[in-house]
C-alpha cells in the first residue's frame, strides 16, 4: 500500500508561486512515477507533470516553463514548483503514483488533494 499526502496548496494572486509536496509512505518509492494532476469545476482531470523513475519529465502544454517537478527519493518526496500562476491555474491537485513498470499502467495510488486558488 502506497499513501500520498499533499501539502502546500492555498491562495494566491496571478503572477505568485507556490510549491506542492506530496509525501509518500511506499517502500519502493524511487521505482515510482510520480505525477501531478488537477481538476477545477467543469473541466476534465488533466495531468499536469510527471516525473519518471529516472527523472525523465512531461508536462502540460499549458504550463511548461511555468511549472517545475522534482523528486527526493531520500524524502520520498514529490514537489511541483509553481510559479506566474494565473486564474487558469485554479483547480485541486492530486498528487499519484504509478507504481507499474509498464508504459500502460495506470495511475494506481493517489493523494487526497489540495486547493489551489490564484486570485485575479
Known amino acids: 500500500q502506497v499513501q500520498l499526502v499533499e501539502s502546500g496548496g492555498g491562495l494566491v494572486q496571478a503572477g505568485g508561486s507556490l510549491r506542492l509536496s506530496c509525501a509518500a509512505s511506499g517502500r519502493t518509492f524511487s521505482t515510482y512515477t510520480m505525477g501531478w494532476f488537477r481538476q477545477a469545476p467543469g473541466k476534465e482531470r488533466a495531468l499536469v507533470a510527471a516525473i519518471r523513475s529516472g527523472g525523465t519529465t512531461n508536462y502540460l502544454d499549458s504550463v511548461k516553463g511555468r511549472f517545475t517537478i522534482s523528486r527526493d527519493n531520500a524524502k520520498s518526496t514529490v514537489y511541483l514548483q509553481m510559479h506566474s500562476l494565473t486564474p487558469e491555474d485554479t483547480a485541486v491537485y492530486y498528487c499519484?503514483?504509478?507504481?507499474?513498470?509498464?508504459?500502460?499502467?495506470?495511475?494506481?495510488?493517489w493523494g487526497q488533494g489540495t486547493q489551489v486558488t490564484v486570485s485575479s
Open positions: 499519484a503514483a504509478k507504481t507499474g513498470r509498464n508504459f500502460y499502467a495506470s495511475y494506481d495510488y
